[in-house]
C-alpha cells in the first residue's frame, strides 16, 4: 500500500482536481466543444501549441482528435503544415505568458486562425488572444516568475505539488473528458478510435 509523501501528494492532486472541475465555465466549455465540431466540419486543421509539462499534455490531446479523425499536429514538430484563416489552433499555457506558446498564438491569430486557449490566469497576455477562452484553475499561488523556461531554470517550485502540477494533472484530466464530450456529439465508439490506432509501434 502506497503511503507517506506519495499519498499525501496523490491526495491533494486529486482533491484539486475534483474541486477545479467544479469552477470551470460550462458556457466556455460548450464554446470549445463547439468550436471542434465545427473544425471538423470544415476539414480544418488543429495546431496544439504548449510548452514543457503542458505541451506533453497536449500531444496526448493531439493523438486521442487523431484517433477522432482530426487533422491535427503539434507545433515543435517537423512536419506542423501551413496554418490559415480556415484552421484552428489550440494554446495551453498555466501562467499565460509562457513567451513560446504567446509569440506561436500571435503569429497564429496575425494569419486569421480561430484561436482557443486554455489557461488559469484570465487576464494573461494568452487569454487575450482567444477567441474561445476556457480558464483553468492551476496552481493557486502563481509563483513570482511565471515564465516556464525561466522558472525551469532557476529551480522555482512548491512542496507536494511543484511547478505547474495543478494545472498540468487538472488540464490532462480535463481534455480526456473534452474527448469522451466529442465521442459523445460525434457519434464514436471505442472500436472507432482503435480502428485509428496506430497499428506499427516500437
Known amino acids: 500500500m502506497v503511503s507517506g509523501a506519495i499519498r499525501t501528494a496523490v491526495s491533494e492532486i486529486v482533491d484539486f482536481i475534483e474541486r477545479a472541475m467544479d469552477l470551470i465555465s460550462d458556457e466556455h466549455v460548450d464554446a470549445l466543444i463547439n468550436e471542434l465540431i465545427e473544425a471538423r466540419k470544415r476539414g480544418s486543421k488543429v495546431l496544439i501549441i504548449g510548452a514543457g509539462r503542458t505541451g506533453l499534455v497536449g500531444r496526448a490531446f493531439a493523438q486521442r482528435l487523431l484517433h477522432l479523425g482530426y487533422n491535427v499536429a503539434v507545433l515543435g514538430e517537423t512536419i506542423v ?3 490559415d484563416n480556415n484552421d484552428l489552433v489550440i494554446s495551453l499555457s498555466g501562467s499565460g505568458r509562457t513567451r513560446l506558446v504567446v509569440t506561436a498564438t500571435e503569429a497564429a ?4 486562425a480561430r484561436i482557443i486557449v486554455i489557461t488559469s490566469i484570465s ?3 494568452l487569454a487575450k488572444l482567444a477567441d474561445v ?3 483553468v484553475p492551476g496552481r493557486t499561488k502563481v509563483a513570482s516568475e511565471e515564465d516556464y523556461f525561466a522558472r525551469q531554470i532557476l529551480g522555482i517550485h512548491e512542496p507536494l505539488a511543484p511547478l505547474g502540477t495543478l494545472f498540468e494533472d487538472t488540464l490532462m484530466v480535463f481534455l ?3 474527448i469522451v464530450e466529442l465521442m459523445s456529439k460525434l457519434g464514436k465508439t471505442e472500436e472507432d ?3 485509428a490506432h496506430a497499428n506499427i509501434e516500437i
Open 109 to 112: 491569430k496575425a494569419v486569421g
Open 176 to 178: 480526456d473528458g473534452v
Open 193 to 195: 478510435l482503435r480502428e
Open 81 to 83: 503544415p501551413r496554418i
Open 133 to 135: 477562452l476556457v480558464v
Open 123 to 125: 487576464d494573461s497576455p
